[in-house]
């Protein structure tokens, strides 16, 4: 016969503490007396903490003001000793912050302007002795700067600010946003907006700066394979066969160099001469059999896209090292067809990262 004791001694957790403390707080409110409280009923040591704990007020003070006295005296545990930092002090190569979002001015090529809700990624290096940073300051930099400065100039003027205040080596910075620009039907001489999500990066690393144009484009593929099968139940056997097509997205990531700027405007020209089946906005009926001849010239395999979006970035002096990653979400297939291509060391890599695809998915 197995007999089992309780055992008699054990480490108490703090969540536990916490749940008895809370019960004695609440037989309090419910109007239990310290009188009750002496060393038969509860330990001495919790009678004394009931009995010092200070009476907190609930009510919001509306009045309340700080003064410099009161604002030095609150504790910044982030900005703590390297006491205090948990687990191995090694470098953190990029913290900060992801998604902050605010209204952005952006220069257009025609001299206008247009202002954007822009999401910010910003980070900096953090050094092994340092527990962290105060992310507060990356969305102040924005702020001061995002009303008088456009697109790289606001990034630039932000990174100058919160490398300094934050005493960091290396930093980076991201504004996404998306960008409308006025596109005519094919054949019914309508027009409308067509948007592109468009990322400006500033890398400060190493004390050497490199800017980075992040442009999705998408367009229509019809497979060159399928086409010449289709023909060839056409005219063998008189049967009406369709080639498919897919919408297919075109991550196009550009260095920029020299001083001559290069706008988006003229980035999305490109892609459209590269790879002229962008999908459409406006659609009418000789719009609709425009685009099905538009896609029968120029049909075109996922490594075809890349070599051509390649050839027209290569022919830009105003770009530096590039990537081209295409993916052609096949109607054939239950999976997609997917290439990458990379022109200079800048975006050369040993890993993909396994959801990177996944993001190439026209939202709509």
Not at 4 to 32: C, P, Y
Not at 242 to 262: D, F, N, Y
Not at 315 to 320: E, L, V
Request: charged letters at 25%; aromatic letters at 8%; one cysteine or more.
């Amino acid at each position: 016969m197995n007999i089992h004791t309780r055992k008699l001694e054990s480490d108490i957790s703090d969540s536990e503490v916490n749940e008895a403390l809370s019960v004695l707080h609440k037989w309090m409110e419910q109007g239990g007396g310290f009188d009750r409280l002496n060393e038969t009923s509860v330990p001495s040591e919790v009678a004394k903490f009931l009995t010092d704990y200070p009476d907190l007020t609930d009510t919001y003070p509306t009045d309340f003001a700080i003064d410099g006295e009161y604002k030095s005296s609150l504790p910044d545990l982030q900005n703590g000793p390297s006491s205090l930092i948990k687990g191995s002090n090694q470098v953190i190569h990029h913290v900060g912050i992801s998604n902050f979002k605010l209204p952005i001015r952006y220069k257009l090529r025609n001299s206008g302007e247009r202002t954007l809700e822009t999401s910010v990624t910003g980070s900096v290096s953090l050094g092994a002795d340092k527990k962290g940073i105060n992310m507060s300051r990356i969305m102040r930099s924005f702020y001061k700067h995002s009303e008088e400065q456009f697109s790289f100039s606001v990034i630039e003027a932000a990174l100058n600010d919160y490398k300094t205040d934050l005493e960091s080596f290396d930093a980076r910075i991201a504004m996404n946003f998306s960008f409308p620009m006025q596109v005519n039907s094919l054949r019914s001489n309508l027009t409308g907006y067509q948007y592109y999500d468009v990322s400006l990066e500033l890398i400060d690393q190493n004390g050497l700066r490199t800017k980075v144009i992040h442009i999705d484009y998408v367009y229509s593929s019809t497979c060159p394979c399928s086409l010449e099968l289709s023909e060839h139940a056409r005219k063998t056997r008189n049967q009406l066969a369709t080639p498919h097509s897919q919408r297919s997205v075109a991550r196009i990531s550009a260095v920029l160099i020299g001083t001559e700027p290069l706008w988006f405007e003229d980035l999305i020209e490109a892609c459209r001469t590269a790879v002229p089946t962008e999908t459409q906005v406006m659609v009418k009926r000789e719009d609709e059999q425009a685009f099905a001849e538009l896609n029968a010239a120029n049909p075109i395999f996922v490594e075809d896209a890349a070599r051509l979006f390649c050839k027209a970035l290569k022919s830009d002096n105003r770009i530096g090292d590039f990537q081209i990653i295409a993916s052609h979400q096949e109607s054939l297939h239950s999976h997609d067809a997917i290439s990458i291509l990379t022109e200079g060391s800048t975006f050369e890599t040993v890993s993909i990262d396994p959801h990177q695809f996944t993001t190439l998915v026209h939202r709509g």
